[in-house]
């Protein structure tokens, strides 16, 4: 499909990207890039990639004669320098595709016109990280989300849809400002929220946790640089969220002080009508039944 | 170890402390009680238990020639009608032990000063619910707090933690209130939170969620009738978990709303480190770390 797969950025995202590209035939050959050699040497000896470079500058430019996709898997605050300097090393070669992985698209798609740049945003990951937890199936059936405007040609959209799809996973096209809103919901807030759980513990109640708060705090493992990234560039839809969530947990925090057994057991019950009870055989008016701890 | 384990509610720990009896011999003849015929034949057809009533008055009274432990595993709205229920139809014999699984303890053992009665609460749980989610290794190496009061023997304490390890348990014991108190921390505000999340999302919203925000709305597909108990229950302490989380949430959605960094990164590796950071093989300044989606 392509000449050359460039990854930059060999942590879980990218190297999971290798892995899959290889096992799927993506493309003939796939450098990684990545800033140290401790990476470079695991995603080599994974099998993650074929050449490693410690920066891009350093790969010769050959896109000229190859189809050559560059996926920039750096954290979100170093996307743009990264899609700015490949263009620029690489020139203005039509055989250029280049995309991201970055869990924020609206100011990254606002900064880069190239046409030869799409938003990529797969809706997978995990709180471990570094190429030791790659996997080839971490994009079997998830959602990719792309972020395409009016200047990105159909043949370019359908070329970075098939790449997403021969990964394993679902692709649909979206506003990049909408894709951030609905995010900031989904993923942004509630890491938030698992951080300030975590927080919140003290050291001598540490021992009365289940699985259930190990549950909300999983995510709180994640990469501190990572996140902070994620959470400066969306500020504004965070912040949003965070009121959405506000007026919600007043609903719930006032029916508490009021001991509103009514309105308390309607809104579990709403809230548990959305995740899904049908799935989780739930027999309302059974007895003993989960006491979630 | 008993002649008779009686347990009242037969879904998922009343179901689970049947199987894991059974299975560690703890008890020659297993009895249990349940509202529903449906949920008493899934039980007895699981072979979780021996015998089956549809309410402990119609059992025989023979607790005073054989060793018999009660076991309440019902919402926690009906365990002090319960317990009373079972001292008042036993008798005063000696050979009688009861206690619960209730996640909230202090106004349980403030109602109940019967030196037969001894407060449980293993923590250990899950969404799932009814007797088809019984497991026979729900307990093991899990935590199990007892709530003993000066008016209870050595003897009964010992004999209720001899139940527990039996199981697989690991037990400890701790003041009531306390038990409530630290809780509310770790299990009923963060059920809360799962709650409020699944509320906030909207339709179209949905098919943008990953792992991460399944990870943080699981616990909301728990029982309302159970969780609608413990909030209720558990109510004081809860507010005041909602206040530590408040403070928490203001000084990250303060650094958010000034887009400091410095602060920002600073409370997400310091959630981070709590979490463990170590066993997650994260390595900071890496690039391509897990986006957690």
């Not at 493309?27 to 990476?39: N, S």
């Not at 098939?162 to 900031?184: C, K, N, P, T, Y």
């Not at 309607?266 to 039944?289: H, I, K, N, T, Y």
């Amino acid at each position: 499909m392509f000449s050359r797969l460039i990854i930059i950025g060999v942590g879980l995202l990218g190297g999971s990207i290798g892995l899959a590209a290889r096992k799927n035939g993506v493309a003939r050959t796939i450098i990684g890039v990545g800033r140290t050699e401790k990476t470079l040497a695991i995603a080599s000896r994974n099998g993650i990639i074929d050449v490693a470079y410690q920066s891009f500058e350093a790969i010769p430019n050959l896109v000229g004669e190859f189809p050559t996709l560059v996926v920039v898997c750096t954290p979100v605050g170093e996307i743009t320098r990264n899609v700015l300097g490949v263009i620029q090393h690489f020139g203005h070669s039509e055989q250029l595709l280049i995309t991201d992985v970055g869990s924020t698209k609206e100011n990254l798609v606002r900064a880069i016109s190239d046409f030869r740049f799409i938003g990529s945003h797969p809706i997978a990951g995990s709180e471990r990280s570094g190429p030791d937890a790659a996997d080839a199936e971490l994009f079997r059936d998830r959602l990719t989300v792309l972020t395409p405007t009016q200047h990105h040609s159909q043949h370019n959209i359908h070329l970075l849809r098939q790449f997403w799809e021969m990964l394993g996973s679902r692709v649909i096209e979206m506003d990049a400002a909408r894709h951030d809103e609905i995010l900031a919901v989904t993923s942004h807030f509630p890491h938030i929220l698992s951080v300030i759980l975590t927080r919140m513990l003290q050291a001598d109640e540490q021992q009365l946790t289940g699985t259930g708060f190990a549950g909300m705090t999983r995510l709180a493992a994640g990469s501190p640089e990572v996140w902070c990234d994620i959470l400066l560039d969306n500020n504004d839809h965070i912040l949003n969220a965070f009121r959405r969530f506000e007026s919600q947990l007043h609903e719930l925090t006032n029916a508490l002080q009021s001991k509103d057994a009514k309105t308390i057991e309607r809104l579990l019950r709403e809230a548990q009508g959305r995740v899904g009870s049908g799935e989780w055989g739930m027999e309302s008016g059974e007895w003993g039944v989960g006491s979630g701890e």
